[in-house]
């Protein structure tokens, strides 16, 4: 559990921030808005600015009355770092969209519920694809192994969805050898479903003497580009095979100046979907991962012409 206390004590500290509740605030009914601050950091009184003439200094915690549409920039400070946010005010009549969570599934990089990582491996991320409808405050706790690693609100508006990652914080410990459980929990609003959980495996480098990649360059390409790639590595002598995905052909055999350093030229596939590629190195039937890694960015989209501009017509 050590690896954990360490865990908690760098999440606590975060950026200054100003939340505000409902996300979308009415005219005419109380706004509350909420400024938190970094662990250490002294409270002193906070002078408020709401950005609509009005000023007044209370605590951390304080609410506001909006009497006219706009958008106003609310400003916070004191014996602290002067914080502002953007808060768009709209008409108190008529019906609201409750806020609410109607759908919540964590994965990792891959799509997938579960992952096997090497020990040490690093950035390890979860993601959580959350749906929403109505407009509010999102507050939520990344958890692993059943203990809190932080904290985080988000202000969320007018139905859709999004994309939330650990990487807000620290990349997921590959330290202890075994299973561990990483889960999102919703503190507010209240969901009415059971909360998903995904689960990571930290192996011992069995591949300890096998050859490996450290480096690549150049490390981004996108579909169908080809690309002559410059690999460095441990063990990397003829007759050692490189392989980085199957949306990523080797189209040439590798070329090795000396050991440790090879040239190999490989094809994108047009349909290759964005995302990190892990380089394996594989030998006598033996497979090494990583620890470089290749990028492949989104497709760019082709502009077509039009039949008028082909012929030369404006």
């Known amino acids: ?39 250490g950091v002294p409270i002193s009184p906070v002078t408020w600015q709401f950005g609509d003439g009005l000023t007044q200094v209370g605590s951390t915690v304080i609410t506001h009355v ?22 768009r005010v709209v008409t108190g009549t008529g019906p609201a969209a409750p806020f609410a969570i109607s759908s919540l599934r964590l994965r990792w990089e891959n799509g997938r519920p579960d992952a096997s990582v090497a020990q040490g491996f690093t950035p390890l991320v979860a993601y959580a694809d959350l749906k929403f409808e109505g407009t509010g405050l999102l507050q939520a706790q990344w958890t692993l192994d059943g203990v809190p690693i932080g904290t985080f609100v988000r202000q969320l508006g007018f139905a859709g969805q999004v994309t939330l990652d650990t990487s807000l914080f620290l990349s997921l410990p590959a330290t202890e050898l075994g299973e561990h459980l990483v889960s999102l929990q919703i503190l507010t609003p209240q969901i009415t479903f059971q909360t998903p959980t995904i689960r990571y495996f930290v192996r011992a480098d069995e591949g300890e003497n096998l050859p490996r990649v450290d480096a690549i360059r150049p490390a981004v390409l996108r579909p169908g580009e080809e690309m002559e790639l410059y690999v460095a590595g441990r063990g990397l002598v003829p007759g050692v095979r490189l392989y980085f995905g199957r949306d990523v052909a080797v189209v040439s055999r590798p070329r090795f100046s000396d050991p440790g350093h090879a040239v190999v030229k490989v094809f994108v596939s047009p349909t290759a979907k964005a995302g990190f590629r892990e380089v394996q190195t594989i030998t006598k039937g033996k497979r090494a991962h990583g620890p470089a890694r290749l990028q492949i960015l989104p497709a760019v989209a082709r502009r077509v012409a039009s039949p008028a501009s082909a012929d030369g017509n404006s």
Do not use: D, E, K, N
């Not at 004191?78 to 808060?87: D, E, I, K, L, N």
């Open 1 to 39: 559990m050590r690896y954990l206390c360490a865990l908690l004590i760098s999440f606590a500290a975060f950026a200054q921030t100003i939340s505000v509740a409902p996300g979308l605030p009415t005219t005419g009914t109380p706004t509350t808005l909420i400024l938190r601050l970094p662990v």
């Open 66 to 87: 909006y009497q006219q549409v706009g958008s106003y920039t609310i400003t916070a400070s004191g014996q602290f770092a002067t914080t502002s946010t953007q808060v």
